[in-house]
């Protein structure tokens, strides 16, 4: 079955720009959970969203939102960009929480 | 808030050696999760621990809780050059709304 899909793979945006990113879980599965990676922070939380609910928050600004549609499918928006925002963005999908199935994820760079 | 800490930072091993890393948690956890990540890719879900005190092998992998739940470890026994890569533990904090994940331990193999 088809993985995680995460686009687009690369992206390039000037400060202050606001960028979205998409993300379509496994089917069937209902829990979407976001991810920054940066060599200095290691993997951070940002939210997850479940049946169209963020459920869970990390502890990031609200420059960074995101929504869950009826089909499970995600989006991530941050806005205002900051040079630290870029970074590798991660979803990833559950069914039932015991586990979670990465994407290949969307490195964003901010000049 | 709650932090978590995985020793060490980097191992290097000849092929064929042992190799442990070790996860602590400044807060109790509900379930430890571990995840691999190879050089250039996403993490992939290895294993997840929810019992106090429970152990679970795969193949050449092992994985524990403590007892108390605030720690876990994860043992690979005769490493294979296919083991390389950065392994991190998760949880969540708590609350259960902040899934957290360790620094990791990048594993490096020698032929």
């Known amino acids: 079955k088809a993985g995680v899909t995460q686009t687009p793979r690369y992206l390039i945006k000037t400060r202050g720009q606001q960028v979205t990113l998409s993300c379509s879980p496994i089917?069937?599965?209902?829990?979407v959970s976001w991810y920054q990676q940066t060599p200095g922070q290691g993997l951070q939380f940002l939210f997850e969203?479940?049946?169209?609910?963020?459920?869970n928050k990390g502890n990031f600004p609200g420059r960074f939102s995101g929504r869950q549609f009826s089909n499970s499918r995600s989006e991530m928006n941050v806005s205002t960009l900051e040079l630290g925002d870029s970074a590798l963005y991660l979803c990833?999908?559950?069914?039932?929480?015991?586990?979670?199935?990465f994407g290949s994820g969307t490195r964003l760079t901010v000049v | 808030g709650q932090q978590v800490m995985q020793i060490p930072q980097y191992q290097h091993v000849q092929e064929g050696e042992d190799f442990t890393t070790y996860c602590n948690s400044s807060?109790?956890?509900?379930?430890i999760q571990w995840y691999k990540q190879r050089p250039g890719g996403h993490p992939v879900f290895l294993i997840q621990?929810?019992?106090?005190?429970e152990v679970k092998k795969q193949k050449r992998l092992t994985f524990q809780f403590g007892e108390a739940k605030k720690n876990s470890s994860l043992h690979i026994t005769a490493t294979q050059t296919t083991d390389v890569g950065t392994y991190f533990c998760?949880?969540?904090?708590?609350?259960?709304?902040?899934?957290?994940f360790g620094p990791g331990t990048r594993l490096s193999v020698l032929p």
């Open positions: 998760a949880g969540y904090d708590n609350y259960g709304q902040n899934f957290v």
């Open positions: 621990l929810v019992k106090s005190g």
């Open positions: 089917s069937g599965h209902r829990s």
């Open positions: 990833a999908s559950s069914l039932n929480s015991y586990g979670y199935t």
């Open positions: 807060t109790t956890l509900s379930n």
């Open positions: 969203y479940f049946s169209e609910t963020q459920r």
